[in-house]
């Protein structure tokens, strides 16, 4: 890949960074394999500039991260001319700081510290040895852009963005790099010479999602259904290894975050904060649990939400990294199997015919819909302010009534609240008086049991759309296709 795909707010933040007359603080995170570094380097690297670039080392000591920070400072600064490395960061930064003296007064200095939770192993004290040399040096020198980043999206927020210390509001610009999105997902691909219709990038964004790293993997000339099998269904193919590399590259004692994703996934429609703490391992009662929930919510694999008038008060987490989705449900259960052997030819196209797909591909569809709000809002011609959210409605357990679900809705501020049905079939969805029906009720289930007293419209979204009949005519005040996910914003 030999351009920037996307990406689009991220590189207007970096122009404003590079171009400011101001020393100037990045935090850069998100998710392993999304492009971070690839971003950096890409957009420094025709840019006139001094580009000091160091990575943190998984695992290693601290003497052996300052070794290769030396190393890199001499090739930066001194033709690489041998250094004798710092005792500690202290240490190391003023060597650093130092060596800024032999850059023009005029030529800007970006300093890219990546994988930097890496570097601040136990006791190094280089966070506040980061401090102290931001504050007292560098934050005084107009040349200085330093870029603070790490897949440990957590500890960036919680240690750089948050910090109660000397480095404060010392940020002055933050970068939350996410997965692509559809339309940038197919632009991805088309700039790797892979034209595939966005029913087939769809398939393939619900197994890996706009994970750039996993995209890079899509061979030229195969169907999603093909490139799927060779990657999650092959004996060592990357999709089968990857999500235990995952998580042990992003937490420590990473066992009990997939087990939380685990037990997430276990529950279609969420599973609330109560109910997700006592399912799961005791070490996680009280505020580990509740850390380990915001590290998996930062790095963005579960969403937190509260349903749309819901009496009981709570938070409620679901599973949206569709990766992990796909994973869980097909991959995991033939792990074993697949690490030995791998499995007959053929076998994700029997897997795509079968009624577990159908159901699985319908809440797999759902997580892309959640990722893509704006290009349904768009597509509905809705306001900015209209806020979307979820409602569920479950009776008690001595009731008659039924329970109602609602995938998606935008309660708008025009006295209206558009209700959204997701469904995603191979062909036109059709409404028969059967599904009428259903829909009916739950619409009547939604305003009796909310006491809502908006005005309520129902939309499908569809990835075939919907087949015009009737029941569409009469239930229906707009519908949303897959082409409308695929529009830019």
């Not at 999304?34 to 601290?62: Q, R, S, W, Y």
């Not at 030229?220 to 259904?225: A, I």
């Not at 029997?350 to 959640?370: D, N, Q």
Request: contains cysteine.
């Amino acid at each position: 890949m030999n351009s920037i795909i996307g990406r689009k707010e991220a590189t207007a933040i970096l122009n404003a960074f590079v171009n400011s007359k101001s020393p100037e603080f990045l935090a850069l995170y998100g998710r392993r394999r999304i492009g971070k570094t690839f971003l950096i380097k890409h957009f420094f690297k025709a840019k006139k500039l001094v580009f000091f670039n160091i990575t943190g080392e998984k695992d290693a000591p601290m003497k052996k991260q300052i070794k290769h920070f030396t190393k890199q400072m001499s090739y930066i600064f001194y033709n690489g001319a041998r250094l004798v490395s710092g005792k500690n960061w202290d240490e190391s930064f003023e060597m650093l700081t130092e060596a800024f003296k032999s850059v023009g007064k005029k030529e800007k200095i970006v300093l890219f510290f990546d994988e930097f939770p890496w570097m601040a192993t136990q006791n190094s004290r280089l966070l506040q040895g980061l401090d102290y040399y931001w504050n007292q040096h560098w934050s005084n020198d107009d040349r200085i852009k330093l870029i603070i980043c790490g897949s440990a999206a957590s500890w960036i927020i919680d240690n750089i963005v948050n910090n109660k210390g000397g480095l404060h509001n010392r940020i002055t610009r933050q970068i939350n790099l996410e997965p692509l999105n559809l339309p940038e997902t197919k632009q991805f691909l088309k700039e790797k010479s892979i034209v595939l219709s966005n029913k087939q990038i769809v398939d393939l964004y619900m197994s890996m999602g706009g994970v750039p790293y996993y995209l890079n993997q899509v061979e030229k000339g195969k169907s999603s259904t093909q490139v799927i099998e060779s990657l999650a269904f092959k004996r060592n193919g990357f999709l089968l290894t990857e999500f235990n590399n995952l998580f042990a590259s992003l937490f420590k004692n990473s066992g009990i975050y997939e087990e939380i994703i685990k037990t997430i996934a276990s529950c279609r429609y969420g599973i609330g904060k109560r109910e997700l703490l006592e399912k799961i391992s005791k070490s996680l009662v009280g505020k580990g649990g509740l850390e380990k929930l915001k590290a998996l919510k930062d790095t963005g694999f579960i969403l937190d939400f509260k349903p749309h008038l819901h009496k009981e008060k709570g938070v409620y987490y679901k599973l949206i990294d569709n990766y992990s989705l796909f994973y869980l449900y097909w991959i995991f259960p033939v792990h074993n199997s697949l690490l030995v052997r791998g499995l007959a030819k053929g076998y994700w196209n029997k897997m795509k015919k079968s009624s577990s797909w159908y159901s699985w591909s319908g809440l797999a569809f759902e997580a892309i819909c959640y990722e893509h709000l704006p290009q349904i809002s768009k597509a509905l011609d809705l306001s900015p302010t209209a806020i979307p959210t979820t409602w569920r409605y479950i009776p008690r357990k001595d009731s008659k009534e039924n329970g109602a679900q609602i995938d998606l809705l935008f309660d708008r501020d025009d006295d209206a609240i558009t209700i959204c049905e997701i469904k995603y079939t191979n062909k036109p969805f059709t409404i028969t008086r059967e599904y009428a029906e259903k829909l009916q009720k739950k619409l009547d289930t939604f305003r009796r049991v909310t006491r809502i007293k908006k005005q309520l419209f129902l939309v499908i979204i569809s990835s075939a759309g919907v087949k015009k009949n009737k029941y569409s005519d009469l239930l229906l005040s707009g519908i949303v296709t897959l082409d409308d996910l695929f529009k830019e914003i």
